[in-house]
């Protein structure tokens, strides 16, 4: 086991390297032309893009170019082109409503899609189930920009159908714990729909797939009642590749990857601090959350992968 | 049927199909023609099809809806005026600023009228945007686009991911640690995050590699990046089955009468795989639409003034209380679509490829 | 300064030559009446003082007199950041708010040889909000600061003696030689290359606003330069907040026409998005909104709350520009076919409303502006495309130049790019980042041929105008306010003349006229550009505030006067 974690996390490293590297070929190389130029910005005097030249190395080869992004990223001297502010501050400024955002959602979208996906497997074939599988496409096939929009002109906006809440923003927990959950109900529950739908249907299909193995039928032979063979056995194996699926995509949604759910609400997180500087084409924030998205992608992966080693003696640790 | 304990929860449209019309009459037939007879009786598959391909047609007639209903291109502005229900009206209507005694007096202007449906004979059946444009010609134009970009980036990804996943399934070895490990790479980053990183640095001077040029506005830009954030979502689940047929009897026959890789890659494995690609390409085009609509609407997509769903519903989101048409029949439009689609993919799915999943995720 | 909401800076470069202009002599411009006696501001607001004020404000891109040049900060800046004079901080609707008043000086400067030198005296026992003594060489730091963070400012001193080898290398500047100071007399002398009309003026912009000696040279973020005047930003976190305090070494009414203001303290968070902060002073957990209010949603505010809401109208000019010198806009007929083919009416309209047409460049507040009549280009299609027919243009590409990340700004680039078409060019839109959308478009290597632009003044005289926006002489390579590249001879030359006045004559009315003769010139004989609308800004108010305090300032409202009912 020891030896397994090392070599999983000397692997994680790897990855974060290559995946730096992605970065720096997407916001360094394939601009072309003059970045300094470009991004110099409001008082770009000659000075001011020697300046940024010089910061980025530009005059360096790539391989010190590279190195350079990752140390300022590590070293948090990453500034945005655009107002000069740090980066990386701006990133932790953003993480409690990514955070609140993230894990709300996750609470919603994970119970809400195992009690559905159950329910429709029982149920399978039979009108609830249909009724689910409706509703669960109904949910995969919205836009969510789109479903968040809508929801909050109509159930939020100053001139809307109703004001039943707060017209987007975050409120800091530590402030104000009631108001930070009632501005976080819309967000959460339109970024939960998609995944409710997608886990719903990935969990039924799981469980049926269960029900048809070896193991089940020797549970039924020894004549467990059905429901103890669903709860005990069958929703247990299904549920693994749920949660692989959950550890992937909580990661994604905690490293800013609900940006349209942040922009949409105005909830000032990571995500929203990535769109901001879409409208200036200020590359560093992009940068920086596009890694530290990826980062936790990465780290995720690797934690769900060391708790199944852990849980499940049946995976080899090769 | 499905009186059996077992039987109780199994929805399996094959093992239906085999109890129905027994197994002799099966046997023998190729497993195209299986999968189109199991598909020939999901009904409900098959008129989702027909939505989609319904969608589709609308869309492709968008010029003749600009020429014969509405009479406006799909960047034509107009402010003037139009008679709808016999009455004179404006199409934005009309404001600005006196200034008396120093002091601005405002009348409100420039929101443009609702849906007319039939009342205007044909002009403004879903009403305009803020430029006076027809949000109904925009909208079948705006669709054209998007299909457009859905069908062609999960053409390019499902084409480049079949490539990658054969030639790493075949070859194993180095090819599959560095292709797998590309795919990991990709897997690693937030699909929208990606897809805006790609978007935003492409969009700044264009794409200008490998002989291709493309200006920073051009729709291929779009495409490419979503082709390429999808890769590994089609790439990773062929990959494995690859391997796992890399092995079989037919494979090792083929090699030991001296067939070529590249043959056997396509005449052999390809065939084998080829219903999942089929299913897994569907469910892309479902998801790619999507991404186009996130792209677009957070900036990193299509570019002005040409429509697309996804800028229509950026478009419009600043203007929802006066104008919701301009967002609202887009959003439907893209739900209908994605919808059609997925559940024509599912139909496609339980006929082809039963264990065939991808992960979505466009939050 | 350029727009409300483009997050920009523009380079006001090259204000150079002129004359001294004896404002206390003639009044400043402007769209008040004559008022000139002795605004006592600070009286009549007594005993309104309060302790709170809740803010939503726009977005700013510094918080520091240096290095700001948006309408955000600046009005901050009037409550904070003094100058050794001042624009008088009184209503424009009813007395002279461009009057210049002394600030932290005595007087409004003693000019001699021949409106080549300006001799100022400090006010005895003066403090920043630290602490700190303000002393006479912190004028010239201030300067010398500017020119070391490359400040968008350092233009506007080109004139004084012995900026060159500054301007040449700013960020080694280290001495001016024009600007002798006593710190133990409290003097400042400013000797000037030539007789410069709006010097006054610039002095009372904050770029020249004093700043201790001991400031760093760069942006200091959080938190910003001590200030010096009733107020002090005591924090600041870009882009999200900010919290103004009294200053506690300000003595009240120290400065004769500078309020002290009313609210203890100003409690502020910043945010773009208008519907936002329209809606948290709508549900009354702020009290003013300093933002626009939402283009769509303005008549349901208007509806829903009259009282609170507050219309200004601005010294501002939206228009076109046109380049000069690339086809097709080369071509004088093709200018004036897209004069023709722009409906005014519908550009205000796509604003809401909030705004008036225009045929001028100078905007209506000016004692300079003279309507241009008859209306030189009614909208008419027809004409135009006759135009861009004999132009010999029809059929040439256009690329439309505009700002993607404001929605107005965006669909008033789509606008033009559409009715380009429709007089027959092949017009296509290239949407920037406001960011850098000025320094592109300012860039002659960007070969902009036409795109969208505003001017908000920064003082009150038309060389702010012509001069910086208009003068060929004033072209330059990299960060031209001159997108168009207008350059008429003759024009360049009447521009120069009236810079270089006796200074009795600077607001005189066959100066005035002389000016207004510029604009009808340049804007009928050479359609040089397409102005369409003077601007509109709102002010609104929770319940809880009376709007009646709210006085419009040259070019802003002034927060620190704000009271409750």
């Keep these: 086991m020891g030896a397994y974690i090392i070599r999983r996390i000397f692997g994680m490293l790897l990855v974060l390297l290559a995946v730096s590297f992605i970065v720096y070929l997407i916001f360094i190389v394939i601009p072309g032309g003059d970045p300094a130029q470009r991004i110099a910005g409001k008082v770009a005097t000659p000075q001011n893009v020697a300046a940024i030249k010089h910061r980025l190395g530009l005059d360096q080869s ?17 500034v945005s082109y655009y107002d000069g502010t740090n980066v990386v501050n701006q990133i932790k400024q953003g993480l409690p409503a990514t955070f609140s955002l993230a894990i709300g959602a996750g609470i919603i979208w994970m119970g809400f899609g195992i009690l559905v996906g159950t329910i429709s497997a029982v149920t399978a074939g039979r009108f609830s189930d249909r009724v689910i599988t409706a509703f669960a496409l109904i949910g995969i096939s919205m836009p969510v920009a789109w479903l968040g929009l809508i929801l909050r002109y109509f159930l939020a906006g100053e001139g809307g159908a109703v004001s039943w809440f707060p017209d987007g923003g975050y409120v800091a927990f530590t402030s104000n714990p009631a108001q930070w959950f009632y501005h976080l109900l819309l967000p959460w529950f339109t970024l939960a729909v998609l995944f409710i739908g997608f886990y719903g249907r990935v969990l039924r299909s799981n469980i049926l797939d269960t029900i048809n193995e070896d193991f089940v039928r020797t549970a039924k032979a020894k004549g467990l009642s059905t429901r103890r063979i669903l709860v005990k056995h069958v929703l247990r194996a299904s549920l693994i590749p749920i949660v692989t699926l959950f550890g992937l995509d909580f990661a994604s949604v905690l490293g800013g990857g609900a940006i349209i759910t942040e922009s949409v609400y105005n909830l000032h997180g990571v995500g929203w601090y990535a769109w901001q500087s879409i409208g200036t084409q200020d590359l560093p924030p992009l940068m920086g959350v596009t890694l530290f998205g990826a980062m936790f992608i990465v780290v995720f992966t690797l934690l769900v992968d060391l708790a199944y080693a852990y849980l499940d003696p049946r995976i080899r640790l090769t | 049927m499905a009186t059996t304990g077992q039987e109780e929860f199994t929805l399996d449209t094959a093992a239906e199909l085999a109890a129905e019309s027994g197994a002799k009459e099966i046997q023998g037939r190729s497993p195209w023609v299986l999968a189109g007879r199991r598909l020939r009786r999901n009904y409900v598959a098959l008129s989702f099809l027909g939505v989609f391909l319904l969608v589709v047609v609308c869309c492709l007639l968008a010029p003749v809806y600009s020429a014969h209903v509405s009479g406006l291109g799909q960047n034509d502005q107009f402010s003037g005026t139009i008679v709808s229900n016999g009455k004179t009206i404006h199409v934005i209507s009309q404001g600005g600023t006196k200034i008396v005694n120093g002091q601005p007096q405002i009348v409100f202007g420039g929101v443009p009228i609702g849906p007319q449906w039939g009342a205007a004979g044909g002009k403004y059946i879903l009403g305009a945007d803020e430029l006076g444009r027809d949000v109904g010609t925009r909208l079948l134009y705006g669709g054209l686009n998007s299909l457009y970009i859905g069908v062609t980036s999960a053409a390019i990804c499902t084409f480049l991911s079949v490539i990658l996943a054969l030639l790493a399934g075949y070859f194993g070895g180095v090819v599959d640690w560095i292709i797998s490990r590309f795919f990991d790479l990709i897997w690693a980053f937030p699909v929208v995050l990606l897809g805006i990183a790609l978007g935003t640095a492409l969009s700044v001077n264009g794409f200008h590699h490998f002989g291709i040029n493309l200006s920073g506005s051009s729709l291929w830009i779009t495409i490419g990046v979503i082709s390429f954030v999808f890769i590994p979502y089609i790439g990773r689940p062929l990959r494995g089955q690859v391997l796992a047929l890399r092995n079989r009897e037919f494979v090792e026959a083929a090699t030991a009468q001296g067939a070529s890789s590249v043959r056997i890659m396509f005449t052999e494995l390809l065939p084998n795989v080829a219903s999942s690609v089929l299913v897994l390409f569907t469910l892309i085009i479902a998801n790619a639409i999507l991404t186009e609509v996130g792209l677009s609407y957070l900036g990193a997509g299509v570019r002005l003034p040409n429509p697309s769903w996804g800028t229509m519903i950026e478009e419009g989101s600043t203007r929802l209380s006066t104008a919701p048409q301009i967002s609202l029949y887009a959003g439907i439009a893209i739900a209908i679509t994605v919808l059609s689609i997925n559940v024509f993919g599912d139909g496609l799915r339980d006929a082809l490829d039963p264990r065939a999943k991808i992960r979505i995720e466009h939050g | 300064m350029r727009t409300k909401r483009g997050r920009f800076v523009a380079i006001a470069a090259v204000v150079a030559t002129g004359l001294a202009l004896v404002v206390s002599a003639c009044g400043g411009g402007g769209g008040g009446g004559g008022g000139g006696s002795n605004p006592t501001t600070s009286s009549s607001t007594a005993g309104k003082t309060f302790p709170v004020l809740k803010a939503v404000w726009g977005t700013t891109d510094y918080m520091d007199p240096g290095l700001s040049y948006r309408l955000e900060s600046w009005q901050l800046f009037q409550d904070t950041y003094l100058g050794l004079v001042v624009k008088a901080r009184v209503s424009c609707l009813t007395d002279n708010c461009t009057k210049i008043l002394p600030g932290l000086a005595t007087t409004t400067g003693t000019v001699t040889n021949g409106g080549k030198e300006y001799k100022f005296t400090l006010r005895k026992g003066l403090k920043y909000s630290n602490g700190e003594t303000i002393k006479a060489s912190d004028f010239k730091n201030t300067i010398i600061r500017d020119f070391n963070m490359n400040s968008p400012g350092i233009g506007f001193f080109s004139n004084i003696v012995g900026v060159d080898s500054c301007e040449n290398n700013p960020t ?7 600007i002798v100071t006593n710190d133990a007399a409290g003097t400042v002398d400013i000797k000037l290359k030539s007789p410069e009309s709006d010097f006054l003026y610039v002095l009372s912009i904050p770029f020249t606003s004093v700043v201790p000696s001991s400031t760093p040279k760069k942006d200091t973020e959080n938190p910003p330069p001590p200030g010096n005047g009733p107020y002090y930003i005591a924090s600041y976190n870009p882009s999200k907040s900010f919290v103004m305090k009294r200053n506690p070494n300000w003595t009240k009414g120290e400065i004769p026409g500078i309020p002290d203001g009313n609210p203890d303290k100003i409690v502020a968070t910043m945010t773009s998005d208008q519907a936002q902060s329209a809606q948290l002073v709508a549900s009354g957990q702020y009290d003013y909104d300093e933002n626009i209010l939402p283009t769509d949603q303005l008549a349901h505010y208007k509806n829903k709350y009259s009282s609170q809401i507050k219309f200004w109208t601005t010294p501002s000019t939206y228009y076109f520009f046109m380049n000069w010198r690339l086809p097709p806009f080369s071509n004088l007929k093709a200018r004036q076919a897209v004069n023709y083919a722009i409906d005014r009416n519908q550009l205000v309209n796509l604003r809401g409303g909030l705004g008036v047409p225009t045929y001028n460049f100078l905007p ?67 949407p920037l980042a406001s960011a850098n959308y000025f320094t592109i478009v300012g860039n002659q290597a960007t070969k902009a041929q036409i795109g969208f632009t505003d001017w908000f003044e920064d003082y009150p005289y038309p060389s702010d105008w012509f001069n910086i926006l208009q003068n060929g002489e004033n072209i330059t390579q990299v960060h031209n306010n001159n997108y168009g590249n207008v350059d008429v001879k003759s024009i360049n030359k009447q521009i120069d003349t009236l810079d270089h006045q006796p200074p009795s004559n600077a607001l005189s009315p066959s100066t005035n006229a002389k000016w207004a003769e510029i604009d009808r010139t340049l804007m009928v004989k050479y359609a040089s550009t397409a102005p369409y609308l003077n601007g509109i800004l709102t002010s609104f108010f929770s319940s809880r505030m009376d709007p009646a305090c709210d006085i419009f300032t040259d070019g802003q409202d002034d927060a620190a006067q704000f009271c409750l009912k």
């Excluded at chain 3, 080694?172 to 024009?178: A, E, P, T, V």
């Excluded at chain 3, 861009?388 to 789509?414: N, R």
């Design chain 3, 172 to 178: 080694k500047c280290s001495d001016i030689s024009g």
């Design chain 3, 364 to 430: 209506p507040s000016y004692p300079q502006y003279k309507k241009i009549s008859p209306t030189p280009y009614p909208y008419n299609l027809n004409k135009a495309k006759q135009l861009v027919k004999q132009s010999g243009m029809q059929g040439q590409k256009v690329t439309v130049y505009t700002i993607s990340d404001v929605a107005v700004d965006l669909s008033t680039g789509e606008y033009l790019q559409g009715q380009l078409n429709k007089i027959g060019f092949k017009a296509s839109l290239k």
């Design chain 1, 62 to 78: 790539f391989i010190v170019q590279w190195y350079d992004l990752v140390k300022s990223l590590f070293t948090a001297k990453l």
